[in-house]
T-cell receptor, first 113, second 115 residues
Framework: AQSVTQLGSHVSVSEGALVLLRCNYS??????LFWYVQYPNQGLQLLLK??????LVKGINGFEAEFKKSETSFHLTKPSAHMSDAAEYFC???????????FGAGTRLFVKA | GAGVSQTPSNKVTEKGKYVELRCDPI?????LYWYRQSLGQGPEFLIY????????DSGLPNDRFFAVRPEGSVSTLKIQRTERGDSAVYLC?????????????FGPGTRLTVL
């Protein structure tokens, strides 16, 4: 069965610092992996997705994630945090060929001035 | 163009009552999904429609939950005999074709509170 684990329900960084949000997945078949962002009072928005092409995926707002099969990880990074990045981030997985998206519990990112 | 819309934005009901939650997907999107998000958790898959038919309803928690999409556009999630544990934000999403890699566009959600 598929599952997603996000390490750290809360992450706090200073403005300009590296952002690293961790995600590990479990899947019995090659997965498709996603990162979504949820800003306060807004709907979920897709940041980026891995669909078995390049393992390093670039998304919107300067975010990127790397698929590492050996580590079953899909960590999200951004070199320099901005105040506007403060939001909740969700990692998600779909087993290849399936329709059911499984979400992690989310990581809330705080950015300090 | 318009995104996914959901009505009502908030719904307060009493235990045992029946509720309907509506989702208007992006025009032309054939796939529609319902999720439930409880406080402090990620969205939980409920049901997936491809056109008018429910292609996967394995996430519906029990037979009190039912969803329809009669004309392949608007969908209604129906909850009978509501319980306090049904309190959550119900999210709807749509995608163009419904493939595994298709981008899902989410609505703002309906916050359901069962007293």
């Amino acid at each position: 069965a598929q599952s997603v684990t996000q390490l750290g329900s809360h992450v706090s960084v200073s403005e300009g610092a590296l952002v690293l949000l961790r995600c590990n997945y479990s899947s019995s078949v090659p997965p498709y992996l996603f990162w979504y962002v949820q800003y306060p009072n807004q709907g979920l928005q897709l940041l980026l997705k891995y669909t078995s092409a390049a393992t390093l995926v670039k998304g919107i707002n300067g975010f990127e994630a790397e698929f590492k099969k050996s580590e079953t990880s899909f960590h999200l990074t951004k070199p320099s945090a901005h105040m506007s990045d403060a939001a909740e981030y969700f990692c998600a997985v779909i087993e290849g060929g399936g329709f059911k998206t499984i979400f992690g519990a989310g990581t809330r990112l705080f950015v300090k001035a | 163009g318009a995104g996914v819309s959901q009505t009502p934005s908030n719904k307060v009901t009493e235990k045992g009552k029946y509720v309907e939650l509506r989702c208007d997907p992006i025009s032309g999107h054939t796939a529609l999904y319902w999720y439930r998000q409880s406080l402090g958790q990620g969205p939980e898959f409920l049901i997936y429609f491809q056109g008018t038919g429910a292609a996967d309803d394995s996430g519906l928690p029990n037979d009190r939950f039912f969803a329809v999409r009669p004309e392949g556009s608007v969908s209604t999630l129906k909850i009978q005999r509501t319980e306090r544990g049904d309190s959550a934000v119900y999210l709807c999403a749509s995608s163009l074709q419904g493939g595994s890699t298709d981008t899902q566009y989410f609505g703002p959600g309906t916050r359901l509170t069962v007293l």
